[in-house]
């Protein structure tokens, strides 16, 4: 994926359309450095590059709309990016934030809006979404900073006891390892309620087998004819336990 071009409409210091185009070097890889002025713009366009692939919040769209265009009631904020992907495909991503028809907008009235066009047709709005999972498993948020980064905060980049942690996940996401640890995850959720199951079966076998032997215990008497005239009874059980222990077989009677 190659960045081609940069659109910024009414955002900070770029109050009218404005374009940046990213050329090619001559080996196909290019680094650009962009210098100028503080106030300038600089980091405005990697802001630009983020909210065009990952969206923002409208109170920060609304906090950042040049003076001069709110103070005329014009709140609609435009950033589009043309980029090649890995097929030779051209990719237009293109978001933008609109107030409507409020004569005094607030962040409230803001709505964005997002438009991708894929060498030269628009993609259905179905497929916006499948296209917003997209550009967060190729480009995760978390990388970027260290792709799109201000050159004055090398050093708070550098000094960040977290960067590590961070440089992790965005790599595991970028190369798609979070989608096996949240498959383990679910394994692992999956096997401990079948634990659960488990032991609620045979928690529930002894007790059926001693329901069973009480049960057993209010039959009427039978008896039956043994060796020598002993009568064998098979009466109520003596010291049989509510609770489920072992009682005896049944208890001899001897005849007179």
């Given at each position: 994926?190659?960045?081609?071009?940069?659109?910024?409409?009414?955002?900070?210091?770029?109050?009218?359309?404005?374009?940046?185009?990213?050329?090619?070097?001559?080996?196909?890889?290019?680094?650009?450095?962009?210098?100028?002025?503080?106030?300038?713009?600089?980091?405005?366009?990697?802001?630009?590059?983020?909210?065009?692939?990952?969206?923002?919040?409208?109170?920060?769209?609304?906090?950042?709309?040049?003076?001069?265009?709110?103070?005329?009631?014009?709140?609609?904020?435009?950033?589009?990016?043309?980029?090649?992907?890995?097929?030779?495909?051209?990719?237009?991503?293109?978001?933008?934030?609109?107030?409507?028809?409020?004569?005094?907008?607030?962040?409230?009235?803001?709505?964005?809006?997002?438009?991708?066009?894929?060498?030269?047709?628009?993609?259905?709005?179905?497929?916006?979404?499948?296209?917003?999972?997209?550009?967060?498993?190729?480009?995760?948020?978390?990388?970027?900073?260290?792709?799109?980064?201000?050159?004055?905060?090398?050093?708070?980049?550098?000094?960040?006891?977290?960067?590590?942690?961070?440089?992790?996940?965005?790599?595991?996401?970028?190369?798609?390892?979070?989608?096996?640890?949240?498959?383990?995850?679910?394994?692992?959720?999956?096997?401990?309620?079948?634990?659960?199951?488990?032991?609620?079966?045979?928690?529930?076998g002894p007790g059926v087998q001693t329901e069973r032997a009480e049960a057993g215990t209010q039959r009427a008497p039978a008896q039956a004819q043994g060796p020598r005239g002993a009568a064998i009874g098979a009466g109520p059980l003596q010291g049989a336990s509510r609770r489920g222990k072992k009682a005896l077989p049944g208890c001899f009677q001897h005849g007179a």
């Open positions: 994926m190659k960045f081609r071009k940069l659109v910024i409409e009414n955002y900070k210091s770029f109050q009218f359309p404005t374009d940046i185009v990213f050329p090619e070097g001559e080996n196909g890889r290019s680094i650009f450095l962009i210098g100028g002025m503080n106030g300038a713009g600089k980091t405005s366009i990697m802001e630009a590059v983020t909210y065009c692939l990952y969206g923002a919040k409208v109170d920060e769209i609304y906090r950042n709309i040049n003076r001069r265009e709110k103070a005329k009631g014009n709140a609609n904020v435009t950033f589009e990016l043309v980029m090649e992907m890995d097929d030779g495909s051209e990719l237009i991503v293109k978001r933008s934030w609109t107030a409507g028809a409020a004569s005094d907008p607030r962040p409230r009235d803001l709505t964005e809006r997002l438009v991708v066009v894929r060498d030269g047709k628009r993609v259905s709005v179905q497929s916006q979404e499948i296209w917003q999972d997209f550009i967060r498993a190729a480009i995760p948020p978390g990388i970027t900073q260290f792709f799109f980064f201000d050159g004055e905060k090398i050093q708070e980049i550098a000094a960040d006891d977290h960067s590590e942690v961070r440089l992790k996940s965005s790599l595991e996401a970028a190369l798609g390892i979070q989608y096996i640890n949240r498959l383990a995850a679910d394994i692992a959720y999956i096997k401990q309620e079948e634990r659960k199951g488990f032991v609620a079966i045979s928690d529930e």
